[in-house]
C-alpha cells in the first residue's frame, strides 16, 4: 500500500530531570500562592531550572499502511516515549505526529483500562475509545474472552487483576478488536510462556492481515520474525532505518561498541535502578584467566567488579544469543549448598561455572546487581564474549552445530 499511516516530523520530548511537580492542593493554598505571586516573582525567576533531558530529538519517521516495523535500540534510546506519543498518551515538545487510522496500543500493563470498571466494561469501553458500535464489540466479545482465558473474572473490577491477567485482557483487546494501526511494547514479556507463545502467533496473523504494526522488544529472534523493516533508535535519533536483518546487524554493532566502553560511562542502565552507577566492569574468563573466549565444556568464570560494597548485594546474570534471546540466567537469589558469602565487605561478586555447555559462538552478558532485594543498578549487554569448539562431557562439538547449548548425552544404536 502507498498510503501514510504514520508520519512523524522534527519530533521532540523533553523531559525536566530533578524538579518535581506540585502536585495536589487546596482551594486555601492555591488562594496564598496567588496572593504572593505579585511579590515572588525574582524570586522565582532566580530558581533553578532542572536539567533538560531529550528523549526524542529532531525524529523524523514515515510508515505506511501494512508495514510491520520492530523498533530497537538500548534502554532509554526513546522506543517507549515514541509510541506514547503515537498513542496520544502524551505530547510532543517539538514537532508532530501525524497518524491516520484506528489506534490499538499495548504499552504498560493495564493501558487504556479504567480500575473501577470490570473486564466486560473494559472490553466495552477500549472498543468504543476504537469508535466501534456496541454490536461490532459484541460480535468480538466471546472470541476476545476465549483468547484472554478470562471467563470467570469478567464481572471482576480491573484493579484486583494481577498483573498477567491485565496483560492477557489487554492483548486480547488490542488484537482483537482490530485497529487499523497497533502499537506493541516489552509488556508481552509479563505474561506466562503459554499465553506468550498465542499472542505472538495472534500478532503474526494481525501482520499477515495487511494491518500496521510498531513492534518494540529486545528479542531480536521475534523481531526478525515479525517485521520487514527495522528502525534503530539511538539517543533519541533515527540511526538507522532499513530491512530489518541490516538494522538489527547495525544494533548488534552498537552494542558490542558500547561493552568496550567505560561501564561507569554508559547512559542506557535499568530504568528500575536506585544507583545509576555502581557496575564498573563484567568480564568472563577461563580457567587460566583470558578474559571473553572461552572454551566449550571447560570451567570459566564471570566476574562482576562494583564502585562500592553494599550489604546483603546479589547478582542476576543473563546469558543471551546473538538474536538476543536469553538462554540462560544465573541468580544469587536462588541459593544453592555450594554458595559462598566472604565474612568481609567487598566489591567483587564472582560466578563460577564448572562446565559451560555452549555451542561455539558469540554471546553477550547482560547483568542487575541487587542490594536488599532492590535493583541497584543494570546494563544490557555489559560484556561480549565467544566460545570456541571444545568437549562436552566426552563429546566433541563441532563448530558449525545448530542451537546454544549441548547436553551430555550417550546413544544406543544397532549395529
Same mark, same amino acid.
Given at each position: ?15 525536566? @530531570? ?19 505571586? &505579585? ?22 519517521? =514515515? ?10 535500540? /538500548? ?5 517507549? =516515549? ?9 505530547? *510532543? ?20 483500562? /479504567?480500575?473501577? %470498571? ?14 466501534? +458500535? ?17 471467563? +470467570?473474572?469478567?464481572?471482576? &473490577? ?20 482490530? &485497529? ?15 499465553? !506468550? ?37 539511538? +539517543? ?26 567505560? %561501564?561507569? !560511562? ?14 564498573? /566492569? %563484567? ?25 562500592? /560494597? ?14 538476543? !534471546? *536469553? ?15 566472604? &565474612? ?14 555452549? @555451542? ?56
Amino acid at each position: 500500500m502507498s498510503e501514510i499511516a504514520i508520519e512523524a516530523h522534527e519530533l521532540g520530548k523533553r523531559y525536566t @530531570l530533578g524538579v518535581r511537580g506540585r502536585g495536589y492542593g487546596t482551594l486555601r493554598e492555591s488562594l496564598v500562592e496567588a496572593a504572593k505571586r &505579585p511579590f515572588d516573582r525574582g524570586r522565582r525567576e532566580r530558581q533553578p531550572k532542572g536539567d533538560q533531558l531529550w528523549a526524542l530529538k529532531d525524529l523524523s519517521l =514515515t510508515i505506511r499502511s501494512g508495514e510491520v516495523v520492530g523498533l530497537i535500540g /538500548h534502554n532509554g534510546a526513546g522506543k517507549s =516515549t515514541l509510541l506514547k506519543i503515537l498513542s496520544r498518551i502524551t505530547e *510532543p515538545s517539538a514537532g508532530y505526529a501525524d497518524v491516520t487510522g484506528r489506534v490499538g496500543s499495548l504499552l504498560e500493563v493495564g493501558t487504556g483500562f /479504567h480500575p473501577e %470498571l470490570t473486564g466486560r466494561e473494559n472490553i466495552f469501553l477500549n472498543g468504543a475509545i476504537l469508535g466501534m +458500535r456496541r454490536a461490532e464489540i459484541q460480535a468480538r466479545f466471546d472470541e476476545i474472552v476465549e483468547f484472554a482465558e478470562m471467563e +470467570r473474572f469478567l464481572e471482576t &473490577p480491573v484493579k484486583r487483576y494481577s498483573s498477567g491477567m491485565s496483560v492477557r485482557l489487554a492483548f486480547a483487546v488490542a488484537a482483537h478488536l482490530e &485497529p487499523e494501526i497497533l502499537l506493541v511494547d516489552e509488556v508481552l514479556a509479563v505474561g506466562d510462556a503459554a499465553f !506468550q507463545r498465542k499472542s505472538l502467533g495472534k500478532m503474526n496473523e494481525v501482520a499477515k492481515a495487511g494491518r500496521t504494526v510498531v513492534f518494540v522488544s529486545h528479542n531480536l529472534a521475534i523481531i526478525q520474525a515479525l517485521c520487514s523493516r527495522g528502525v534503530l533508535l539511538e +539517543r533519541g535519533r533515527v540511526k538507522a532505518d532499513a530491512p530489518i536483518n541490516e538494522a538489527i546487524d547495525r544494533y548488534l554493532r552498537t552494542l558490542e561498541s558500547a561493552a568496550s566502553e567505560d %561501564l561507569l !560511562q554508559r547512559s542506557d542502565r535499568d530504568n528500575r535502578a536506585y544507583d545509576e552507577t555502581l557496575v564498573r /566492569h %563484567l568480564e568472563i574468563r577461563d580457567a587460566g584467566g583470558t578474559p571473553n573466549v572461552v572454551v566449550a565444556g571447560r570451567p570459566a568464570a564471570i566476574v562482576v567488579d562494583v564502585t562500592e /560494597h553494599l550489604p546483603s548485594m546479589e547478582c542476576q546474570l543473563t546469558i543471551v544469543n546473538s538474536l538476543g !534471546q *536469553p538462554i540462560a540466567t544465573l541468580d544469587s537469589e536462588m541459593l544453592a549448598p555450594v554458595d559462598v558469602r566472604g &565474612p568481609e565487605p567487598g566489591t567483587r561478586l564472582e560466578c563460577r561455572i564448572e562446565s559451560l555447555p555452549l @555451542l561455539p559462538g558469540r554471546y553477550r552478558i547482560d547483568v542487575i546487581v541487587k542490594a536488599k532485594r532492590h535493583i541497584q543498578d543494570g546494563l544490557q549487554a555489559a560484556a561480549f564474549f565467544d566460545v570456541e569448539p571444545g568437549m562436552i562431557g566426552e563429546r566433541p562439538i563441532a563448530a558449525e552445530a545448530d542451537g546454544d547449548v549441548s547436553l551430555p548425552h550417550s546413544w544406543r544404536l544397532p549395529a
